[in-house]
């Protein structure tokens, strides 16, 4: 008993030791330059929950219901579940395992007087004795993996949250849409009345009446090609939120809201540690950092320690009258696997690299991607503002053209063309006006950090 005693508090002692003589993470030096600062920056706060900032609380109310009824999140929620489940299974490792068990046997034959009994009862326990950090190395590895997967799932929250943004905005657009052509198939339908009366009275040929009518088609055409794809973005929104698609959604008509100011975006260095896409891969990389140390001291002996105490009578009653007690304390040392464990340390080595220039390439995205979103948007403002400036162009010209063609002067196809341009102009303002937000919400997109959901808020 004595040595027994010995022996386990001799592996306590150094196993603790150990914690502080196992393998450190190394120091991360990333193979890329990273940025000093971005190209531009506004003065604008930017809260977690970025798309408030909108002020609709409709939007508001839609990203909530997807933060808790988006079966993507739901199923990344479940993912963290199991990551978490797993980090409990690795640290079961710095704790005994004790079984109990008991036994009864009868025996009998041809050539034995009656029967035999045997009981038997006891305990067994055993414990590996953490000499070189494995086990912590292991059990850390999947922290960070554990940590990983929550990252993960906040990103996923991001990308749900932006993406009924987007969808919302462009419900919204497709309506308008649908506004304007009706707006310009009426128009279209009056000068077709207008030219028929004019063939009528001789005053045009009856080609001007068929060009005209071919542009009403057309704007028909324009008209269910927005209907449609109100439709189908009805149909995407819902499925974001968690609902099957349903012809009457009932989500509400609202125009398009003005770009809100431009958020602070901050130093590069902040980003990088607060999106969560990029920390998760930062610490996948941590993870086989650890996974590594792992591998490396799997080379090394392993002590574990054993105890048991049992008993055994063939009488049931006696059971439990005399007990045997065992201690043991056992050391493996590997000396050939024919270069398995090195193979494993040298594996583990490259699946640590590969997560460095894993993580190395997240940073740079992370900067392309605000860097992008900044760009387009400077450069979809000046595009908006032109397409403004050639609408008034356009109608000055058409209003110019058609009087000068009820007057007698000019020709009907430089009306149409010009009226045409006109209405192609209304609509692709309103289209530069969806792409503006879409940029404004890639912005928010990359700028953001982590927030909390409904699940998170439940838990804590």
């Known amino acids: 008993m004595k040595h027994f005693i010995i022996i386990i508090f001799s592996g306590l002692f150094i196993s603790i030791w150990n914690i502080g003589c196992s393998r450190k993470t190394a120091d991360i030096s990333m193979p890329v330059q990273e940025l000093e600062s971005f190209s531009s920056s506004g003065e604008a706060d930017l809260p977690d929950r970025w798309w408030t900032v909108f002020e609709s609380e409709m939007l508001n109310n839609l990203v909530d219901s997807a933060l808790s009824s988006n079966l993507d999140l739901r199923t990344a929620w479940y993912r963290l579940q199991e990551a978490r489940a797993i980090e409990r299974r690795e640290k079961s490792s710095f704790f005994p395992r004790i079984n109990a068990f008991g036994n009864a046997e009868t025996s ?3 050539d034995i007087p009656g029967s035999s009994d045997q009981f038997s009862a006891g305990l067994s326990a ?12 292991a059990a850390r590895a999947q922290e960070f993996r554990t940590q990983a997967s929550f990252l993960d799932y906040q990103t996923m929250a991001l990308t749900i949250s932006s993406e009924v943004a987007f969808a919302w905005f462009e419900l919204q657009e497709s309506r308008l849409q649908v506004d304007i052509a009706t707006e310009q198939f ?15 009275n ?6 001007d009446v068929l060009r005209q009518e071919r542009l009403l088609e057309s704007t028909r055409e324009q008209m269910l090609i927005a209907e449609s794809r109100a439709q189908v973005v009805e149909n995407r929104l819902q499925v974001l939120i968690g609902n099957p698609p349903k012809k009457n959604s009932g989500f509400e008509k609202a125009n398009l809201p003005v770009l809100p100011p431009l958020p602070e975006t901050g130093i590069p260095s902040d980003l990088v540690k607060r999106r969560p896409d990029v920390v998760s ?28 105490l049992n008993s055994s009578s063939d009488n049931a009653d006696d059971l439990f009258d005399n007990w045997v007690r065992s201690f043991a304390g056992n050391l493996m040392a590997p000396l050939f696997y024919g270069g398995e464990r090195r193979a494993e340390a040298d594996r583990a080595e490259a699946v ?8 190395s390439q997240s940073v740079l995205i992370a900067f392309r991607e605000v860097e992008d979103a900044l760009v387009r948007e400077k450069k979809q403002k000046q595009r908006v503002e032109s397409l403004k400036k050639q609408l008034k162009l356009a109608r000055d010209a058409y209003d110019q053209i058609r009087r ?10 430089d009306v149409l063309t010009a009226l045409e341009e006109e209405q192609r102009l209304q609509r692709e303002i309103m289209a530069g006006r969806l792409t503006l937000l879409e940029y404004r919400i890639s912005l928010y997109r990359a700028l953001a950090g982590g927030f909390e959901t409904e699940e998170i808020n439940q838990e804590q």
């Open 108 to 110: 009998s034959g041809d």
């Open 126 to 137: 055993s414990y590996e004795v953490d000499l070189w950090g494995r086990i912590r190395s």
């Open 186 to 200: 009426e128009i279209n339908q009056r000068m077709v009345d207008l030219l028929r009366s004019r063939f009528g």
């Open 202 to 207: 001789g005053q045009t040929n009856y080609a």
């Open 281 to 308: 891969q930062f610490n996948l990389l941590r993870a086989a950092d650890r996974d590594r140390a792992s591998a490396i001291s799997s080379q090394f002996p392993r002590l574990s320690l054993s105890a048991s």
């Open 352 to 359: 640590k690299n590969q997560r460095l220039y894993e993580y």
């Open 404 to 413: 000068s063609y009820l007057n007698g002067m000019g020709n009907y196809l």
